[in-house]
């Protein structure tokens, strides 16, 4: 029988790949949600709808609008997933260099406040200095 | 099995091949008709895994995106 003209190939080969989608995928013994990467969806409600296994985790990315999506199910057929909706707000360079600046801002305005407090406690200890010496000098004229 | 249990099947698979293969092949119930619905059994039963499903979602949105399958595959 020759191999290459055997109409019975495709089905063994079928055959072979029923037997691999059998076989037990999911390991549940160490209860941690899985994670998978981006998968993209056209709405929200598509991701609503997709179908999620127990204790995985999915993350969609909306192709028509700036939101990602975050779909987790638990370990129990009877819960029911959690669905969160994040907004992609894009971080370009100005909008980087202005909130350094209000960082610099505000760190130098609190070395400023400690410059201030630190001179305040020189003055009112120069003061102290001066009386006791005022003081010390009047005791030996005496 | 008698040659009228056989006449049967056969019908059946005539009728509704798909049916006949998701219930034989994959066990899934009768009462499940919605696309999604069958693939969620399929994941909770294990016979397939999320990856498995990520990944064939991935072609299919390739495939609608393609030009030359435009209006083909809904």
């Not at chain 1, 981006?38 to 969609?60: C, D, M, Q």
């Not at chain 2, 399929?42 to 498995?52: K, V």
């Amino acid at each position: 029988m020759a191999i290459f003209n055997n109409p019975y190939n495709y089905y063994n080969n079928y055959q072979q790949y029923g037997q691999q989608m059998q076989q037990p995928q999911q390991n549940q013994q160490s209860q941690q949600i899985q994670q998978n990467g981006f998968v993209s969806v056209r709405s929200e409600e598509e991701a609503k709808n997709y179908p999620i296994a127990l204790g995985t985790s999915v993350t969609f990315m909306d192709e028509n609008k700036p939101f990602v999506y975050a779909k987790t199910m638990g370990f129990s057929q009877l819960d029911r997933p959690t669905f969160k909706v994040f907004k992609l707000v894009e971080q370009n360079q100005a909008q980087e260099t202005s909130f350094n600046n209000d960082i610099d801002k505000s760190k130098s305005e609190e070395e400023k406040a400690l410059y201030e407090a630190l001179n305040s406690d020189i003055d009112h200890l120069k003061k102290e200095v001066k009386d006791i010496k005022k003081f010390m000098k009047q005791f030996e004229e005496d | 099995m008698n040659i009228n249990m056989l006449m049967s099947q056969l019908q059946s698979i005539k009728n509704n091949p798909i049916q006949f293969l998701m219930q034989n092949k994959f066990n899934v119930p009768q009462n499940l008709n919605s696309p999604n619905d069958v693939i969620q059994h399929l994941l909770n039963t294990g016979q397939i895994n999320q990856n498995q499903l990520n990944q064939a979602n991935q072609k299919l949105r390739e495939l609608q995106n393609n030009p030359n399958f435009n209006g083909l595959i809904k």
